[in-house]
């Protein structure tokens, strides 16, 4: 399992639909990924948790992934909620 610490930045303002958007990166693996924030882990390919959990600007988020392509998923998601 691989887990990193991000700071949500500005993504309301850079994506159209942030949300959704989380949920498409993470589809996009294998892996079993998961935010966690505070006592909540959420599993980022649910838009249903994703709209509950509603990452926003200033939140330390703890993106962690398990399986076969955790690093590239962990990577994806982290440029994603730092703008790049």
């Known amino acids: 399992m691989l887990k990193k610490q991000v700071m949500v930045k500005e993504i ?3 994506y159209d639909h ?4 989380i949920v498409q990166i993470a589809s996009q693996y294998k892996s079993e990924v998961l935010l966690e924030y505070d006592k909540y882990k959420i599993n980022a ?3 249903m948790g994703i709209i509950a959990f509603n990452p926003s600007e200033g939140m330390n988020v703890t993106i962690a992934a398990d399986g076969n392509d955790e690093g590239e998923a962990v990577n994806a998601l982290e ?3 730092i703008c790049q």
């Open 12 to 14: 309301e303002k850079k």
């Open 18 to 21: 942030p949300l959704a958007e």
């Open 45 to 47: 390919k649910s838009i």
């Open 79 to 81: 440029r994603f909620f």
